[in-house]
């Protein structure tokens, strides 16, 4: 059998070998330029602004009474040296210099930012428009052709409140106290029952409710409804003693050196972990101060009822809600809505009217209750929204003067205390800032 067309030609073979090293050598060259310089550009946070969401340089403190880890800005550091935990108040958490740590490394993808506009509540770095600043990092909360106002605390556009979706709240959502980590000198929890014949047993960093347990139910009429309550104490670089009741405020551990007014905090979550057995009734309530909100959930009927101060104001068909298993449990007042979530989906919604004129803070906003059956609820935290300010830090409104144009933003940090963003450059007349990219994986790749 002939051979003749299977043998190849050496000189041939090295030239399409020299053709591939070029053509692999090139292509590395052109990635690297392009993630280098390119459209994916690295950056580490140097900047409070945004605050615990994106830190900047801060030290990782873990409170030695109750053991909440929590960070503190280094750009507004305690005088003494010593950071209050913002879970449980303790004053004498020492910053050493072995627990400061880097500002947060985040990519700024540019290339989501040639095929359209970033949505609301999405983190961008941009170019300021004035400063020593090159690049910063801010959330977007106003769009093009959008009239920007903020009062009492809340985002408007066009006159109308900006509400938040469940996920985008806790996405931005701010710890005010995790019942896990409870302070050595009181060991009970921020959450007692209401009623003194209460079924709730505290577990030491859980609560379970079972109807069996011994009370008094022959000596006092039971409540329709057995509610373990929240009492808020103060977690602020405040005077006075910690084991005393005060309204939930924008305090945060992050500026424990700023010297600024607490602002009220209305919009709250309650979040946790139950398990439920044959439960006739969970309830659900929240306070902001001037309204009292209540959700009635018949699990296994499929009923909610809503009632507003004390009276049902409606009753809503859903699907059964089956026990048994652990379950996500998230409700929420925020935006001016109600919003409810079990596992992994929202299961209620209720937007709600204007907030009332004079609304005072309120030092026990939430409550969770049962009647019958069986329950059990771990990992009880609460947390706010995001509180935006006047840039003087206060509560005072205010308005942009004027419509956003096309193409251009309004950007704010979390944290508006520090945060030299929008609100100053509208105010100053220095115009917008050039976006630079979305920001993308906040654990870091680099």
Not at 355 to 380: D, K
Request: proline residues 9%; positive net charge; glycine residues 10%.
């Amino acid at each position: 059998m002939s051979t003749r067309g299977l043998s190849a030609d050496p000189a041939s073979s090295g030239r399409r070998l020299l053709v591939a090293a070029a053509i692999v050598v090139l292509a590395t060259l052109a990635c690297r330029a392009f993630l280098v310089q390119g459209l994916i550009l690295p950056l580490r946070v140097a900047g409070d602004s945004m605050g615990d969401r994106l830190p900047g340089q801060h030290w990782q403190v873990v409170c030695q009474d109750c053991g909440f880890p929590f960070r503190c800005g280094t750009q507004h550091p305690p005088a003494d040296g010593l950071a209050v935990c913002p879970n449980c108040g303790f004053s004498g958490n020492p910053l050493a210099p072995r627990a400061l740590g880097s500002g947060r490394r985040v990519v700024i993808d540019k290339w989501s930012l040639w095929a359209q506009t970033p949505s609301r509540w999405r983190v961008v770095a941009i170019r300021p428009p004035a400063g020593p600043v090159r690049q910063a990092v801010k959330r977007v909360v106003g769009l093009p052709g959008e009239q920007l106002a903020i009062r009492d605390g809340d985002l408007y556009a066009n006159e109308r409140i900006v509400r938040k979706r469940l996920d985008e709240l806790q996405l931005m959502a701010v710890m005010v106290h995790d019942d896990r980590f409870r302070m050595r000198q009181a060991p009970s929890s921020r959450w007692q029952p209401e009623a003194s014949d209460t079924r709730w047993r505290d577990q030491g960093g859980w609560w379970a409710f079972d109807p069996d347990s011994a009370g008094s139910e022959a000596q006092s009429p039971r409540l329709p409804i057995d509610w373990l309550v929240y009492r808020h104490w103060p977690c602020a670089p405040v005077p006075g003693p910690r084991l005393r009741e005060v309204p939930v405020t924008d305090n945060d551990a992050y500026n424990q050196g700023l010297s600024r007014p607490l602002n009220d905090a209305h919009d709250l979550m309650l979040s946790a972990w139950l398990k439920w057995d044959e439960v006739e009734v969970l309830a659900l309530r929240v306070h902001d101060g001037a309204d009292k909100w209540e959700l009635w959930l018949w699990p296994h009927e499929g009923r909610l009822q809503r009632l507003h101060n004390g009276r049902t104001v409606r009753t809503t068909g859903l699907a059964p809600i089956p026990g048994g298993g652990w379950m996500k449990l998230d409700f929420a007042l925020c935006d001016r809505q109600l919003l409810l979530g079990l596992g992994d989906r929202m299961v209620y919604r209720c937007l709600l009217g204007a907030a009332p004129a004079a609304r005072a803070g309120t030092s026990r906003p939430l409550a969770v209750g049962v009647r019958g059956g069986r329950i059990q609820l771990r990992a009880l935290r609460v947390l706010r929204d995001v509180v935006y300010t006047h840039p003087d830090g206060t509560l005072r409104p205010w308005p942009a003067p004027a419509r956003l144009a096309a193409g251009e933003l309004l950007v704010l940090g979390d944290n508006g205390p520090v945060s030299w963003d929008g609100r100053h450059w509208i105010d100053a007349s220095l115009g917008p800032p050039k976006m630079l990219g979305a920001v993308r994986s906040p654990t870091g790749l680099w």
